[in-house]
């Protein structure tokens, strides 16, 4: 991740060109109506899908995502006073004036209990004033204040479909801050670095997936995108298959809202994956750096630790796929030694705390006091069950990418095996699926798809299902009749346009003057 994010003077990087033309006009005109002025820029940001290797990435094992064409556009125009104004061409969202800080050391107010989009868009503003403010990179030291300027949001990503719209969002916000404040090139490791922990300020304890893959993708490649030794996404081509290989991504409809639904869905797989590291590091005597998002070791940092300090043996990179596959064998054996039946199906803080080692006083604080969370029962096993089997089939999959021979049917069919074990075991293991998303699935792989998958956070949202250009009109078709005309029948078809989308892999963020 060294080349800069791109500034582009024309959109021929969509598929749908004319499509485009006519939406970035639309934009323009509606934003010069309600502002006065013309746009001087546009900044983008667009969705991803993740292929396979879900809710690990914030315990620092490698993911495949890629960027989709879906995005979120704003045009942009600089304004003399120190005020921005947001606006979005999706009615439901009102117009926010934004006052800016007159002092550098001035804290931007960003409200956790019940965040708006305005706050979502405060999380750009306060970490592309950070960057500025540590990298000398732009005016703003010059001027000593932010600028104001006017901004229209349109986005075609769908919000709750784990698609990435907040990421998105924030990134795309970021953009518009950095360069109406005279930030013309920053390097794409440096814009991942600094919205990796955008949506941390509204209380979401998220990895940096999202950000790494809005940012870093590229046309038709996938991005193997890793978190140790450092953060890095490595952009790849698929095998050519005959016929060729598609994605189509399903949205479930059933809305899941990460902010919302936190506390008792991410945070809480947050928390429970920290107390799972601990506890391997307490029973088997690691010595493990805190580097989680809660100050806590990872499940990545004790499966290294296991086998450097516990065996003896040389430090894992994190891409050699024939050390990393036999060692996340044995370290899903290893969890498997080390909880008993009566723990599998969870354990109470007590049992918690007693296996950590701590005080129940020094465990509420590790522990609960940065995100809020909601739980009955910490589902310590069957997290960690999760985070080493969809890590491992991460690198089951490269496996089977880097040693086709040319048998198309056989690729699809094991990484399409894989995505499916990857979905039971999102059901079964992390309990982020639910039975709409089940449904999808099942009668996808009915249908000419070869592996059908829950995608981003879950709990709802869409499905990543792996098939072909000659399979696609069956898939399609099945999707439409038995899921979203039965459920939903009144459902128009631009609605149904938006919830099927076939998608390769596609640019990354970008700064679009036209």
């Not at 947050?270 to 590091?281: K, L, N, R």
Request: aromatic share 8%; hydrophobic share 40%.
């Amino acid at each position: 991740m060294t080349s800069n994010v791109p500034t582009v003077h024309d959109i021929t990087f969509y598929s749908n060109v004319e499509k485009q033309e006519t939406r970035y006009a639309s934009v323009k005109h509606a934003f010069s109506e309600k502002f006065g002025v013309s746009p001087e820029f546009f900044s983008r940001a667009p969705g991803r899908v993740n292929l396979i290797g879900e809710h690990i990435d914030y315990c620092h094992f490698s993911v495949l995502p890629m960027a989709i064409e879906v995005d979120v556009i704003a045009a942009i125009a600089a304004r003399k006073d120190n005020i921005i104004t947001i606006a979005n061409t999706d009615g439901k969202f009102g117009t926010v004036e934004i006052p800016l800080p007159q002092h550098l050391g001035d804290e931007i107010p960003i409200n956790k209990d019940s965040p708006t989009w305005a706050d979502y868009f405060k999380c750009g503003l306060v970490v592309a004033r950070k960057y500025m403010l540590e990298s000398g990179n732009g005016n703003l030291c010059e001027r000593g204040s932010l600028k104001g300027f006017f901004a229209l949001f349109d986005g075609t990503v769908p919000t709750g479909g784990g698609l990435s719209s907040s990421a998105a969002f924030c990134i795309a916000a970021t953009l518009a801050v950095l360069r109406v404040n005279g930030v013309t090139a920053i390097s794409k490791a440096d814009l991942t670095k600094i919205t990796v922990v955008c949506e941390h300020y509204v209380g979401l304890s998220n990895g940096g997936m999202d950000q790494s893959a809005s940012i870093n993708g590229e046309d038709l490649k996938v991005l193997l995108v890793s978190f140790k030794p450092e953060l890095s996404a490595v952009p790849f081509k698929l095998p050519a298959t005959d016929p060729e290989t598609v994605f189509l991504i399903s949205n479930s409809l059933v809305t899941a809202n990460k902010t919302e639904t936190a506390p008792q869905n991410y945070n809480l797989r947050v928390v429970e994956v920290a107390i799972a590291a601990d506890i391997i590091a307490q029973k088997h005597g690691l010595n493990v750096a805190k580097d989680s998002n809660i100050g806590t070791t990872t499940l990545r940092g004790v499966f290294d630790a296991y086998f450097t300090q516990k065996l003896g043996m040389d430090a894992w990179d994190g891409t050699d796929i024939d050390i990393g596959i036999p060692r996340l064998e044995k370290m899903l054996n290893v969890i498997e030694e080390m909880y008993d039946e009566s723990e599998r199906d969870g354990i109470s803080v007590e049992t918690a705390t007693r296996l950590t080692n701590l005080d129940p006083e020094m465990f509420e604080k590790t522990y609960f006091s940065h995100f809020p969370v909601k739980f009955s029962k910490l589902n310590i096993y069957r997290r960690s069950r999760h985070v080493y089997s969809d890590s491992l089939r991460v690198l089951q999959t490269l496996r089977v990418a880097r040693n086709f021979s040319g048998d198309s049917e056989a690729f699809l069919r094991e990484v399409g095996a894989l995505m499916d074990s990857s979905q039971q075991l999102t059901r079964e293991m992390n309990q982020a699926s639910t039975a709409q998303c089940d449904e999808i699935c099942a009668l996808a792989r009915k249908n000419g798809s070869f592996g059908s998958r829950v995608t981003g956070a879950g709990f709802g949202g869409c499905i990543v299902h792996l098939t072909t250009v000659e399979k696609l009109p069956q898939l399609v078709s099945a999707l439409t009749e038995n899921y979203y005309e039965k459920y939903f029948p009144r459902i128009s078809a631009e609605e149904l346009s938006e919830a099927i989308v076939v998608s390769k892999p596609a640019m990354g963020a970008c700064i679009v003057q036209i």
